[in-house]
């Protein structure tokens, strides 16, 4: 009997520990309590949104194919979703954490995400992706590694590192959709935080008492840095002084590598980058995170500092920060460094077969969708932001729902493949209805007056084109057939454009945003439906069990009990209990 409690012991402590499933890959369970908590990220106590009490949130790790299941319990005042940037969802787009496919977590409920990071590796976030609350925190990072059995393409690093960068306000998330509901601008950000922490005080801008981040390192080792901008609407420029950034990595994709001595990175970007500690650690050395593509000299104050400190450091940082080496006031030159992300061919990713060995493009296109953007306009007396004219109103039934149970009336197939110049911008719940199994380009066409990150839920993409000016066919004859990278959000210049390819093989329906979240929030979005007109359970997965209902459904939701007191411990003794089960049925 001893033996058989300390087996019991053994797979208790490796469930909790690790994961485990009975199905054929392994499982990983988080729960994940989300609520408010006081900080003063930049020395003025504000309200932020904590993930199990910390700011950020903790890392969510897996292994390519895992099973991933996170049990959420909504301690906020107001409605909750989580969303997986960058997490494909194949076939399943139930679990994206969106409004058009979920509904809300009301708040004291808890809703517990399941999906498999079916054929991925590489860097992402998750955050909550309604009513403005990422401008609050709630966001973390994304892990997913390699099988065991596929090598990456460099030496393992000694150690890995994140880097949550982003803009910041002091005034918390409803303050700050209220300014945008009244038709006004948010303004220059009050700072950038790194980690959830302000910067350090470079010189007497910065006030005394503010809590920096700071990386202990040694000397000789080399480190992977994974980076994501997580802010509102501003790209950031990182640089680690005296230090290399050697590209391996973006969202889910082996690079050429390469070196930079500075990084832009925008919004709702992730990658991931070698830096060896070789330096003579003279002092330690700043780690750089400013804003990009703005007046440089008016917005000094909003930059993120943080302390890289080597063991054997012999003094604190001191000087002026490092700037970075390419002067975006020559637009030319901007798109330079982007232009030399490529993928790296010869490399698996989640697969043992090389990444280069899908040849894009060699695909023939079947179809083109040009997503124009303009500044904010007017609609109905409040101000909106459109994509080909239209501002998204989302649903008060989320689509794939309402299609389930056979409603009508809910949203509109009818977005317009291009922009239409002599119809007035309008608001609409008007959706893509794309071919399955379809490939396409698609054309983000920015001609608002900042940079755009667009994103696509439930895909990657290929990067084969941007340029400044007007999209045109033509442009085609400049695409790049061979290595360009694929990745789930893209930067677009302002007055230019990006061209992507993807094949529309994940069936559901999927949202396409901009990451700034000023844009997003006044509507510029929209959702591309994809669905196998011969579905037979096989390309997209039936309702989840613990599915939410809401909007016209509503009165098929049952309620929930909602015990603080043991919401955290909710998820680990389900699981305990499920363990116990099915080692007593072995040991009968």
């Not at 330079?336 to 060699?362: C, D, E, F, L």
Request: proline share 6%; aromatic share 12%; charged share 15%.
């Amino acid at each position: 009997m001893a033996s058989q409690l300390s087996i019991f012991a053994s797979v208790i402590s490796f469930a909790l520990l690790s994961g485990f499933s009975l199905a054929e890959d392994p499982s990983v369970y988080h729960v994940y309590e989300l609520s408010y908590i006081t900080a003063s990220p930049l020395g003025v106590p504000q309200q932020v949104i904590g993930v199990n009490g910390i700011f950020p949130g903790p890392v969510v790790t897996a292994t390519t194919n895992y099973n991933v299941e996170v049990n959420v319990f909504n301690r906020l005042d107001e409605p909750l979703l989580l969303t997986w940037n960058g997490i494909e969802m194949r076939r399943n787009s139930w679990q994206d954490g969106v409004l058009g496919t979920n509904c809300p977590i009301p708040p004291q409920w808890n809703f517990t995400y399941s999906f498999q990071v079916k054929d991925q590796i590489g860097s992402f976030f998750y955050f909550p992706s309604l009513n403005f609350q990422r401008a609050s925190g709630g966001f973390g990072p994304i892990v997913i590694d390699n099988q065991d059995r596929i090598p990456i393409p460099f030496t393992k690093p000694d150690g890995e590192i994140s880097f949550m960068i982003g803009d910041w306000y002091t005034q918390n998330h409803t303050v700050l959709r209220s300014i945008l509901d009244s038709g006004k601008e948010l303004g220059m950000p009050d700072g950038v935080l790194i980690n959830g922490k302000g910067p350090y005080k470079y010189n007497n801008s910065v006030p005394d008492g503010i809590q920096y981040e700071t990386v202990n390192v040694d000397p000789g080792k080399t480190y992977r840095i994974r980076v994501h901008n997580v802010g509102i609407s501003t790209s950031l420029n990182l640089r680690i002084q005296n230090h290399k950034l050697l590209l391996v990595e973006t969202e889910g994709r082996y690079t050429l590598q390469t070196n930079f001595s500075d990084f832009d990175i925008h919004v709702g970007q992730s990658y991931s980058f070698l830096v060896t500690m070789d330096q003579n650690a003279s002092s330690d050395y700043y780690i750089v995170a400013s804003a990009r593509f703005v007046n440089e000299t008016v917005w000094q104050r909003v930059t993120g500092v943080g302390i890289l400190h080597y063991s054997n450091s012999k003094g604190p940082a001191s000087g002026p920060l490092p700037v970075p080496s390419t002067d975006v006031s020559h637009p030319w030159s901007v798109m330079n460094q982007q232009r030399a992300i490529k993928q790296n061919t010869s490399s698996s990713g989640a697969r043992p077969n090389p990444q280069g060995s899908y040849h894009y493009g060699q695909i023939n296109i079947t179809g083109t969708y040009i997503f124009r953007s303009m500044p904010p306009t007017i609609i109905n007396g409040s101000l909106r932001a459109t994509i080909n004219g239209i501002s998204f109103l989302n649903p008060s039934t989320p689509m794939r729902l309402a299609d389930k149970h056979k409603l009508k009336g809910i949203y509109k197939m009818d977005f317009p493949s291009r922009h239409v110049d002599n119809r007035p911008p309008r608001l609409s719940t008007s959706i893509i209805n794309a071919t399955y199994r379809s490939f396409v380009q698609v054309i983000f066409q920015n001609n608002d007056t900042k940079v755009q990150s667009f994103h696509i839920d439930g895909y990657s993409f290929y990067v084969v084109a941007m340029d400044f000016g007007n999209w045109t066919e033509d442009r085609k004859g400049s695409y790049n057939n061979w290595d360009a990278i694929s990745r789930s959000t893209i930067e677009v210049y302002p007055g230019a454009w990006t061209a992507v390819l993807l094949s529309l093989d994940n069936a559901g329906v999927w949202n396409i945003r901009v990451e700034n979240l000023d844009r997003w929030y006044l509507g510029q979005e929209t959702y591309i439906r994809i669905i196998n007109p011969e579905e037979n359970g096989k390309t997209e997965m039936g309702l989840p069990k613990n599915v939410l209902y809401c909007g016209a459904l509503k009165s098929l939701q049952k309620q929930q009990s909602h015990s603080s007191a043991s919401s955290m411990l909710n998820g680990n003794m389900i699981l305990i209990f499920s363990f116990m089960m099915v080692l007593l049925a072995s040991l009968c």
